[in-house]
């Protein structure tokens, strides 16, 4: 099991950039496939990027292809999403859990979603 929070959301304007931070805090390590996933207000949640435990293969909704960058330091426990040429439609809140595989990316692996980290992009 993993605990995790997620942080780094703010206000920034159109075409800024924001790194969003993801830690688990629980005792044993983060191993899992991880992603993270977007909700904005009065949409369904939907998948944003996906990296492998060892970093070496990462997946992408379109939208964030050429982007967004996501990026784990298992020392840490943390997983990134540096988010760059950010646009209004990016406001969302952003949460980070841990999928199904390698192949089944989008999958969220738990019926559990933190509080995630609000991210509010101005035109």
């Known amino acids: 099991q993993v605990e995790l929070t997620e942080s780094g959301g703010g206000l920034v304007q159109a075409g800024g950039s924001l790194r969003l931070s993801c830690t688990n805090t629980a005792r044993h390590p983060n191993t899992y496939v991880m992603a993270w996933f977007r909700q904005a207000p009065g949409k369904e949640r939907e998948f944003v990027a996906a990296?492998?435990?060892?970093?070496?293969?990462?997946f992408y909704e379109d939208f964030a292809k050429g982007r967004f960058t996501i990026s784990r330091d298992n020392a840490k426990g943390t997983v990134y999403l540096q988010m760059n040429s950010l646009k209004a439609e990016d406001t969302a809140v952003y949460h980070c859990a841990p999928v199904v595989s390698s192949t089944v990316y989008r999958k969220p692996l738990f019926d559990y979603w933190g509080q995630g980290t609000q991210v509010t992009v101005s035109s």
């Open positions: 990296i492998t435990w060892s970093g070496g293969q990462t």
